[in-house]
């Protein structure tokens, strides 16, 4: 199993969800075989990849905000925002017209008590 | 010789209206849910559990149908439009698109033209290219070729913004009259530095003398034309118009295109924007989520709802929680400045694609073109131009949901990718006068031209050759007593009509484009032709030239205006 699939996504608010400390990566991908990138992606306000089809941060404590601008080759095609277990994190049609997207991110963070271990999320 | 100066004028583009309009979502979404297996068509998106992958998909299709962070340029437009009763000004604006090679330059029939061969595309706005030089003529001229957009025009006269956005896969974003329009252009030509002479008759009075005037009855006198006046225009209609967007050529192309620091200086100002920080779909709108979801979700699979009916539904969800919004902390200020950066990108955007897309089209164009030479009879020109890139003749224009639709399997799947960075264009066209001088015929000339295009790293080297079968010997209309202009050729005392040695004109023309920085280019060449329309005799040109790109200088003030705060 390849590192980095460390997020899962609620398919209702498209919250993704992390362990904090952990690395993730997260690819963007055209299904109907045209190009798809990040023109520039940011994690809790800082930019972690551009020009790139990938972007791996680290997961913070708290909800932050991953925020990127995407292109695809052509209006209309399938986008996914996947791990790299392929684990679809995210699914849109290309819209050249809203081209920004703004997600959530919760790190959790994790407690070691009396031999416990406890995820909680942390603020 | 030869300068030429393409210039693209962007201008931004008032929406028309705050009509919410997601085309491309609501088909895609009908497309998903069409494409499900049975099994998979009764899932609630709402409920928990496991699901297949193509529900996750079509799931994540129906929340980017209303999710206002996916939305997020249609939100703040609706949002302000909702909030500011002063409506939206230039917030959603593109270089109108087009996937053509542009012919800036003179007809190539025109004098002062440096073209052997004419590309199909018609300019998307308006072009201008200054050129000196010939081809096949045996005067050299330099003119001043002025090319615009039938639709751009037409907005302008109605007052309307010159761009609308829109969009590849949007099949409503335009009436049929302006998709019939959008593909015809005109151009005029002015020639510039053909300045000669002319024999006037007339009388002649002359005053101030103590006597009074005095009239001498009859006399010539020798005026010299203007230095600018028309010496042709044009009309083209764009019949046919493909682009390969799966070709791995395309592919690279756009990524570089998309890539370039003037884009990606103007996405990082967009991405920077914390206007969708209000947004709390951890607790505060999770509920919202599931239950404009649901309501979504029935709309799509329930088969009876129209487009408009669930454009609506998701502007009605948006609109009950615009208050709430507010209080945490929504910003129409924030919203304007983020439509503001919006716009600002996606014209740069557009412009990078397009110019990309313009190198990568094929088509098919007819042209009526109509020249009034120096000195000689006006000559009217119908021609037929056709650009071919190998490999993409099975065109890839489709709307979304035919590339997605349920039987369709994704292109990732095996669909052919072709690689290609060569063009080849061909025209053939027929030149008539028209008032056929004594001695020739309507029909003045047929003729025939290729080129062969084709990228060597990030040069172009071209081929073209061209004949031209004379049917009727070219014409010279002089006056009397003089030299023909640009020749030795002495008239006799009352020839008012020349009329060349008749023979057919092949050119064969080799070129390479160096690209320079800033959209600016060096084309370097040499031309040969076995004669010239008045004068037997081989010719050979060079050509040196300089191009430039206008809209390279635009993007670079653009990404200038982002970064107020950087020098």
């Known amino acids: 199993m390849p590192d980095n699939c460390n997020l899962t996504a609620d398919r209702v608010t498209k919250v993704l969800t992390g362990t904090a400390g952990k690395d993730t990566t997260v690819q963007i991908n055209n299904l109907d075989g045209g190009n798809a990138l990040f023109v520039t992606i940011s994690y809790d306000g800082n930019e972690i990849a551009a020009g790139k089809a990938s972007a791996t941060f680290t997961i913070k404590a708290g909800d932050k905000k991953l925020s990127y601008v995407y292109e695809g080759s052509s209006a209309g095609d399938q986008i996914t925002i996947t791990d790299p277990c392929d684990t679809i994190l995210d699914a849109f049609p290309c819209d050249p017209g809203n081209f920004r997207i703004d997600r959530t991110v919760v790190g959790l963070a994790v407690q070691v008590t009396g031999g416990d271990l406890t995820v909680k999320a942390g603020k | ?567």
């Not at chain 2, 060597?456 to 030299?483: D, E, R």
Request: aromatic residues 8%.
């Open chain 2, 1 to 567: 010789m030869r300068t030429r100066i393409a210039a693209y004028f962007l201008v931004a583009t008032a929406a028309a209206s705050a009509q919410f309009n997601p085309v491309i979502q609501i088909q895609k979404a009908r497309a998903k849910f069409a494409g499900l297996k049975a099994g998979d068509k009764g899932v609630s998106c709402t409920a928990k559990g496991p699901v297949s992958p193509e529900v996750l998909i079509y799931c994540g299709d129906l929340n980017a149908l209303f999710d206002p962070r996916t939305l997020e340029v249609s939100f703040a437009h609706y949002v302000v439009s909702q909030k500011d009763g002063s409506g939206i000004l230039s917030f959603l604006a593109s270089a109108a698109e087009s996937r053509i090679d542009t012919q800036n330059g003179a007809s190539s029939s025109g004098s002062g033209t440096t073209s052997a061969v004419e590309r199909s595309g018609i300019s998307d706005v308006l072009g201008v290219a200054l050129e000196a030089g010939a081809v096949t003529q045996t005067i050299s001229g330099t003119s001043l070729t002025l090319q615009g957009n039938a639709l751009s025009l037409y907005r302008f006269l109605r007052s309307r913004e010159v761009f609308e956005y829109c969009p590849e896969g949007k099949p409503k974003c335009r009436g049929e009259l302006q998709k019939v329009l959008n593909k015809i252009s005109g151009s005029a030509s002015l020639g510039l530095s053909n300045a000669s002479t002319q024999t006037a008759t007339g009388a002649v009075t002359t005053s101030g003398t103590s006597s009074g005037s005095t009239t001498q009855p009859s006399a010539s006198a020798l005026i010299q034309n203007s230095a600018s006046h028309l010496t042709g225009f044009s009309l083209r209609y764009q019949a046919i118009n493909t682009l390969d967007l799966r070709s791995q050529a395309y592919l690279d192309a756009w990524k570089t295109a998309i890539t370039d620091p003037s884009v990606l200086n103007l996405a990082q100002a967009v991405n920077k924007s914390t206007a969708f920080a209000f947004f709390d779909p951890v607790k505060n709108d999770a509920k919202w989520f599931a239950d404009t979801l649901d309501t979504i979700q029935r709309l799509v699979e329930d088969g009876k709802s129209s487009d408009e009916e669930l454009a609506a539904a998701v502007t009605n969800a948006w609109r009950t929680e615009l208050d709430r919004w507010t209080k945490q902390g929504m910003s129409v200020d924030t919203l304007k400045q983020l439509l503001a950066a919006s716009n600002t990108y996606m014209q740069a955007r557009d412009v990078a694609i397009n110019a990309v897309r313009q190198n990568f089209a094929s088509g098919l164009t007819f042209e009526y073109a109509y020249s009034r030479p120096d000195n000689q009879p006006r000559v009217s020109t119908a021609r037929v131009i056709y650009t071919l890139h190998p490999g993409t003749v099975a065109a890839d224009t489709a709307a979304p949901a035919a590339t997605s639709g349920q039987n369709t399997p994704p292109a990732s799947n095996g669909a052919p990718k072709s690689s290609n960075d060569s063009a080849i264009t061909v025209n053939f066209a027929a030149e008539m006068y028209d008032n056929p001088p004594p001695g020739t015929s309507a029909l003045r000339d047929l003729q025939a031209a290729l080129q062969l295009d084709h990228h060597f790293g990030t040069a172009v080297a071209t081929l073209a050759g061209y004949y031209q079968y004379q049917h009727s010997p070219a014409a010279l209309m002089i006056g009397q007593g003089n030299l023909a202009p640009g020749t030795n050729i002495m008239l006799n005392g009352t020839a008012a009509t020349l009329l060349a040695p008749k023979g057919n004109i092949v050119v064969a023309q080799a070129m390479v484009t160096f690209p320079l920085k800033s959209g600016t280019k060096l084309p370097v060449g040499v031309t040969w032709s076995n004669r010239t329309d008045l004068i037997k005799g081989n010719e050979l040109r060079g050509h040196v030239g300089f191009n430039f790109d206008w809209s390279s200088l635009l993007l670079g003030g653009q990404a200038k205006s982002a970064y107020p705060s950087q020098p």
